[in-house]
């Protein structure tokens, strides 16, 4: 691969972001907060996405939202993703994040698959009323642009096979001045099942002129490779991939300049790192809370390694560093400290797959028509602070 072109993202009055490689960490639910970004972002350049947050959660002052947006001091390029239904909503949440959060880049996401969300007309199904989409990404884009904060979009293919959207949304992100679009390659019938639609990308690359970012089925260094170079898009998102692998953005970053690497840590090497998890976890939530909070990394960190099913457990209860290191040292004299990684977990699927929809939720008359702008989806947005796309 000959060596990728920084990401930069641009407002439409100049306002600049660069990433040192085309690398993004997408948000997740109860992830990437500051503490699984500090791991990630440690191992190489890039952008590196705090858990999505409701527009609506942030103007009303929620306080689950307000502690999902902290950041360490260390995070130089602060970004954010929101979601909101209401486009003055939305403006405000974006001018919050930008004047009390000093977020640098902000996200809209268009893609939720959640039922309890597209339920009510949010999520993946809000880019089927274009004209609404319209106003709340316009809207977004001007208020980023007040303070020289770009401003992109991510989406996803359309409802289902035969109510597809992301040609609608790439013109209007394009169109009101959005930085860059980044398109999760399924529809929201499909959620996270099958294999992403790589094809559907490179379209997406020949019909914008502003950046594209490729997301979905990118387990390693090597998937990205082969995306870029497959659809030309100008960088990529990781999700699922990084689970339990923080290193992976180190064999990104390598890849991104042409080296082909691929990290293999040791069970010992491992342990370090969960250690260095829970060490960050702590200083941001405190210590019982932060190691509440990585319980559910533990899985995804030993998925493959021998571990037996009673120490499985207790690792998903810890609750003191004591016990923790007390588990970590049983766990390493149990298969030894260098116990290799195990290569055939490479390239397979983490954290969530499961089957298509059945039916995509959502509200009566919904395909009716494309406008939108009449309607009130404030329900669509309450109480989903983190949800991802």
């Keep these: 691969m000959i060596p990728a072109e920084p990401l930069v993202l641009r407002s439409p009055s100049g306002g600049r972001v660069e990433a040192g490689t085309p690398v993004v960490l997408a948000p997740m639910a109860g992830v990437t907060n500051a503490a699984f970004r500090t791991l990630c972002r440690e191992q190489g350049a890039g952008l590196y996405l705090c858990e999505m947050i409701t527009s609506r959660g942030l103007v009303c002052g929620d306080r689950r939202t307000d502690a999902m947006l902290t950041f360490f001091d260390e995070e130089r390029i602060r970004s954010v993703q929101t979601y909101g239904t209401n486009p003055p909503v939305v403006a405000r949440a974006v001018e919050l994040l930008c004047t009390r959060h000093g977020a640098a880049h902000v996200d809209l996401n268009l893609g939720c698959p959640v039922p309890k969300v597209t339920r009510k007309g949010g999520g993946g199904v809000l880019p089927w009323k274009t004209g609404l989409v319209r106003e709340i990404i316009t809207a977004a884009v001007r208020a980023g642009d007040r303070h020289g904060v770009p401003v992109t979009v991510k989406t996803r293919i359309g409802i289902d096979e035969g109510h597809t959207t992301w040609r609608d949304i790439a013109d209007i992100a394009q169109e009101a001045g959005a930085a860059a679009i980044c398109l999760h390659a399924r529809t929201v019938e499909e959620a996270y099942s099958g294999h992403a639609h790589w094809d559907v990308i490179a379209e997406l690359v020949d019909r914008v002129d502003i950046p594209v970012l490729g997301n979905g089925d990118i387990w390693e260094a090597s998937d990205a490779v082969s995306m870029m170079e497959r659809t030309g898009c100008a960088g990529v998102e990781i999700g699922r991939g990084c689970l339990g692998r923080p290193w992976l953005f180190a064999d990104l970053s390598a890849a991104m300049t042409g080296v082909e690497r691929l990290t293999l840590p040791t069970l010992g090497e491992i342990c370090r790192v969960v250690r260095r998890h829970g060490e960050l976890l702590a200083r941001q939530m405190g210590g019982r809370s932060g190691l509440t909070d990585l319980r559910k990394h533990m899985a995804w960190y030993f998925k493959g390694f021998p571990v037996g099913g009673e120490l ?5 209860m810890i609750d003191s560093f004591e016990r923790l290191d007390e588990l970590l040292a049983s766990l390493i004299d149990e298969a030894g400290v260098d116990c290799p990684y195990p290569v055939r977990e490479l390239g397979r699927p983490r954290g969530r797959q499961g089957s298509a929809r059945r039916r ?30």
């Design 312 to 316: 499985r457990h207790a690792l998903g």
């Design 360 to 389: 995509v939720a959502m509200p009566t008359g919904w395909l009716d028509d494309r406008d939108g702008r009449d309607l009130d989806l404030s329900d669509a947005e309450l109480g989903y602070s983190g949800r991802i796309a």
